[in-house]
C-alpha cells in the first residue's frame, strides 16, 4: 500500500493524451511538498520526467507536464507516442514518514 | 558527462552483509546529498535512505524497513557512496539504484543503472 496512489495501468492511442493521477495527503503533497515525475522504460533505470511539480528537465520534450493542486498531483502527456510506453512514477515527501514516497506506479501502454 | 556507477551487488545468504558501491563522475560529488532507491523484482520504487552533503551537516535518514540494519556513507575525495547492508532479508532482494538527490525542488536527477541484490539460502 503505497502512500502516494496512482493508477495502477493508463492506455491510449498514439497521438491521443493521457494523464496519470497521484493521489497523497495532508502529511506530503497537501502540506506542499514538491512532487516529481520518473519515467522509467522497460529495463532501464528510472529517469527524472518532471521536478517541483510542473517543471521540465532540460532533454524532457514539452509533452510532457505536470500539475498540482490540494492533496493531488498529475502528469500529462499529449501527442502520445510508441516510445513514451513505460512506468511511470510519482513521489513526493511526507512529514509523518520523515521520508521520501513513491506511488505505486502507473503502466503507460501505447495501443 | 555525469554518471553514476553502482557496483557490488551479488548472491548472499540472509543475515549475512553487503556492501554497495556508487561512484560520480562528471560532478563533485561532495557537494550533493545521495540518495539510494531500491526496486523489488517486478515491483515499484522504495526510497531506502540518503545522506545529506557535508554543508548540511552530512547526516543520514532511513527508511523504516531498513533503520538500524542498513547505513550509507560517503568519502567525496573518491567520489563515492556506499549503502553499506547488515542482517539481510529475503524481501532485501531487489535492484538498488543510487541517485544525486537534489532535495525538494529539484528531486533525483541523476540515477545510475543499478546493481542486483538477491538474498537467499
Known amino acids: 500500500q503505497s502512500v502516494l496512489t496512482q493508477p495502477p495501468s493508463v492506455s491510449g492511442a498514439p497521438g491521443q493524451r493521457v494523464t496519470i493521477s497521484c493521489t497523497g495527503s495532508s502529511s506530503n503533497v497537501g502540506a506542499g511538498y514538491d512532487v516529481h515525475w520518473y519515467q522509467q522504460l522497460p529495463g532501464t533505470a528510472p529517469k527524472l520526467l518532471i521536478h517541483g511539480n510542473s517543471n521540465r528537465p532540460s532533454g524532457v520534450p514539452d509533452r510532457f507536464s505536470g500539475s498540482k493542486s490540494g492533496t493531488s498531483a498529475s502528469l500529462a502527456i499529449t501527442g502520445l507516442q510508441a516510445e513514451d510506453e513505460a512506468d511511470y512514477y510519482c513521489q513526493s515527501y511526507d512529514s509523518t514518514l520523515s521520508a521520501w514516497v513513491f506511488g505505486g506506479g502507473t503502466k503507460l501502454t501505447v495501443l | 558527462e555525469v554518471q553514476l556507477v553502482e557496483s557490488g551487488g551479488g548472491l548472499v545468504q540472509p543475515g549475512r552483509s553487503l556492501r554497495l558501491s556508487c561512484t560520480a563522475s562528471g560532478f563533485t560529488l561532495g557537494d550533493y546529498a545521495m540518495s539510494w532507491v531500491r526496486q523489488a523484482p517486478g515491483k515499484g520504487l522504495e526510497w531506502v535512505g540518503f545522506l545529506r552533503s557535508k554543508t548540511y551537516g552530512g547526516t543520514p535518514e532511513y527508511a523504516a524497513s531498513v533503520k538500524g540494519r542498513f547505513t550509507i556513507s560517503r568519502d567525496d575525495s573518491k567520489s563515492i557512496a556506499y549503502l553499506q547492508m547488515n542482517s539481510l532479508k529475503t524481501e532485501d532482494t531487489a535492484v538498488y539504484y543510487c541517485?544525486?538527490?537534489?532535495?525538494?525542488?529539484?528531486?533525483?536527477?541523476?540515477w545510475g543503472q543499478g546493481t542486483t541484490v538477491t538474498v537467499s539460502s
Open positions: 541517485t544525486r538527490d537534489r532535495r525538494s525542488f529539484y528531486g533525483m536527477d541523476v
